[in-house]
């Protein structure tokens, strides 16, 4: 299954936003004796200046490696190449909520000709609160319209396009298939993030279709590196047969240490991307984000050039 679209007619543009970069070249040219054309002096020559497009992820520039690879190619489809004929500016959350509020304001004042946003639902928030008139292009996990990010799916308005990811609706899946591999009985874990802004519901969600399973559920928090380590040491006591962990910026940030934990304690995992597997975990399904970096590229090079 490909869970991954853009937002419907969302990411097609025909004019109405401007990059307020449009440096017009200057002609110099001398007339010696009423013939000779001479260049003018090194010196007194300028460059054009390049758009900008500021990029806002929710983990690290270590950790997604792949995925702004993927991103500058996704610009190169659309004729732009980074240091040629546009600049990336990055800015990273590291995997804190709380940080990109700020990141979004800093590349906002820059300012950039796009704002492109890489951290969750909590990052297309954040880059349209900090602006109304910047074109926007986000990866969410959630649905853009009860997001507020679109009026609708027909016609979006508004400044923001971007990828939809399904993350919201895609646990109750996971579950089922954990379900399924491990037929033992026992309640299944759920390691949320409790500073999610999806928590509640995704919590929700995933207890009514536990029930539709006629499986238990245990819920267990963690939001901070500590936090993870206790809930693993928890799971493993109460014997739990497997565990589904949500989707997450920081839980993906952290995927080599879950990993490292499940494998530890023996405890069969399902995660959302497959970004988990990489790092040695047992089984992911969902989208690739690798893939939604490159339409992300893709979208900014079209607005660049509308």
């Not at 899946?173 to 949320?192: A, D, E, T």
């Not at 519901?201 to 399973?213: I, S, V, Y």
Request: charged residues 20%.
């Amino acid at each position: 299954m490909r869970a991954l679209v853009c937002v419907a007619k969302a990411c097609h543009y025909t004019g109405g936003w401007t990059n307020g970069l449009d440096v017009r070249r200057s002609d110099f040219i001398t007339l010696l004796g009423g013939a000779a054309i001479a260049r003018p002096h090194p010196a007194h020559a300028q460059a054009p200046a390049l758009p900008v497009v500021g990029l806002m992820g929710g983990t690290s520039a270590a950790e997604a490696g792949k995925s702004i690879a993927a991103f500058r190619q996704g610009l190169r489809d659309t004729g732009y190449v980074e240091g040629q004929n546009v600049a990336i500016e990055y800015r990273w959350a590291e995997g804190r909520y709380d940080r990109l509020p700020t990141l979004a304001a800093e590349l906002v004042s820059r300012p950039v000709a796009v704002l492109v946003t890489t951290g969750g639902d909590v990052g297309a928030l954040a880059a349209t609160r900090a602006t109304a008139t910047i074109p926007i292009v986000f990866i969410a996990g959630g649905d853009p319209v009860r997001l507020g990010l679109a009026a609708s799916a027909d016609h979006p308005g508004g400044n923001a396009t971007g990828v939809e990811m399904f993350m919201s609706v895609l646990p109750a899946k996971r579950l089922q298939l954990l379900h399924g591999l491990i037929p033992r009985g026992g309640p299944i874990g759920l390691l949320v993030n409790p500073k999610n802004p999806n928590f509640e519901r995704n919590t929700r969600d995933l207890k009514e279709a536990a029930q539709g399973l006629r499986r238990e559920v245990e819920i267990f928090q963690a939001s901070t590196v500590d936090e993870i380590d206790a809930a693993f040491v928890a799971m493993a006591e109460r014997k739990l047969p497997g565990i589904l962990v949500n989707t997450d910026p920081f839980y993906l940030s952290q995927r080599h240490r879950l990993a490292e934990l499940a494998a530890r304690h023996a405890l069969p995992a399902i995660y959302s991307l497959r970004e988990h597997v990489d790092a040695g975990g047992l089984i992911s399904y969902g989208a690739s984000i690798v893939e939604a970096y490159r339409q992300a590229g893709t979208y900014a090079g079209r607005i660049l050039k509308a």
